[in-house]
């Protein structure tokens, strides 16, 4: 067991923790933030991305003892102080399905638009190549984004 301190959604966290334990567990069943997803646990499908220090990470594939000291952000913690553009475009647009890749591809599109305001259709399909959706909300996806990259700069 080690003691680790963790930062998620601006809240400090000090756990005694088995170290290799996938940061996705740690989020899920130990802080109770379920809209991390589980999908194959091995970094091919993008469900259980967050955000470390505003960069899109696979929580699947970092173990709590790597992610000691890191500002992690979750799909919880995007809407801290109202919703982003991306959120909002996302309900204009009924983009969601089933919903289960969607706090995954919502922070890494959040993370996009930080890094490119403008991105072009080729940037996204890029930016989302880590991420799997099994309904197939790709093009309600890419549209959402140009909408809330046409929204301004703020997040
Ligand atoms: S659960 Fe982490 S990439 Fe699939
Ligand atoms: S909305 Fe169902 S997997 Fe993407």
């Avoid at 740690?26 to 109770?32: P, Y």
């Avoid at 970094?43 to 992690?72: H, K």
């Avoid at 475009?89 to 996009?112: F, N, R």
Wanted: aromatic letters at 4%.
């Amino acid at each position: 067991m080690s003691r680790i301190t963790l930062n998620v959604n601006g809240k400090s966290h000090t756990l005694d923790i088995a170290g290799d334990m996938p940061l996705l567990w740690v989020l899920r069943d130990i802080l109770g933030l379920t809209g991390t997803k589980y999908g194959c646990g091995e970094g091919s499908c993008g469900a259980c991305t967050v955000l470390a220090d505003g960069e899109p990470v696979q929580s699947c594939r970092i173990t709590v003892a790597e992610a000691a000291g890191n500002s992690f952000t979750t799909i919880e913690g995007l809407a801290a102080s109202g919703l982003t553009r991306c959120q909002k475009a996302w309900l204009e647009e009924d983009v969601s399905q089933c919903g289960y890749c969607q706090p995954g591809m919502i922070l890494e599109s959040h993370a996009l638009l930080r890094r490119k305001p403008k991105p072009t259709d080729q940037d996204i399909d890029q930016a989302l190549a880590g991420h799997l959706c099994r309904c197939g909300t790709y093009p309600r996806i890419r549209k959402a984004i140009q909408i809330a990259a046409g929204a301004g700069s703020k997040s």
